[in-house]
């Protein structure tokens, strides 16, 4: 069990906070509960949760694992901030949580701004669509120029690998 600190922000342990949630143990209670534990699954790694936590319909919610994997490995977690949240509680079918999650990824440091919508189905929170917010990317680090060789190690010119 981890008793380090919740990453959704919460100042509770992790193991008393989102881990039964997203190991299947207790259900979220309320939209910003799986928000939380969403961000959580990201900062961890436990990518099959984000992709079970969403509404599965024919067309809508398609996560690609492996991109989804990717990206959560390949940052780091700064924080969730919760903005606002409407309805969403216990009692609602409904709900909607605006957050931003800062991390950075390949010495790019972003913020996730979106305002999330979820449904309650059978008696189950789930992620249904979400909005995004542009946000103004900040640089941890230097600009690597396009000619240099690439960090990631390659070899080759930056434009030519991780660059493009």
């Not at 309320?30 to 990201?42: D, G, P």
């Not at 669509?129 to 390659?154: A, F, M």
């Amino acid at each position: 069990m981890d008793e380090t600190l919740c990453p959704c922000g919460s100042k509770k342990k992790y193991n008393d906070c989102c881990e039964p949630i997203i190991k299947g143990t207790a259900k979220a209670s309320t939209a910003e509960a799986l928000m939380r534990s969403r961000y959580s699954a990201y900062v961890k790694h436990e990518i099959e949760y984000i992709a079970d936590s969403c509404v599965r319909e024919a067309e809508d919610n398609e996560i690609d694992i492996d991109e989804t994997r990717k990206w959560s490995e390949e940052s780091t977690w700064h924080g969730l901030k919760i903005i606002r949240t409407e309805k969403g509680q216990e009692n609602d079918t409904e709900g909607v949580v605006e957050f931003t999650a800062d991390y950075t990824r390949k010495g790019i440091r972003d913020i996730h701004h979106e305002t999330a919508n979820f449904k309650k189905i059978n008696n189950t929170w789930v992620y249904s669509n979400g909005y995004l917010k542009t946000e103004t990317v900040v640089r941890d680090g230097r600009k690597i120029g396009r000619n240099e060789k690439c960090p990631c190690g390659s070899g080759k010119k930056y434009k030519q690998c991780c660059g493009r």
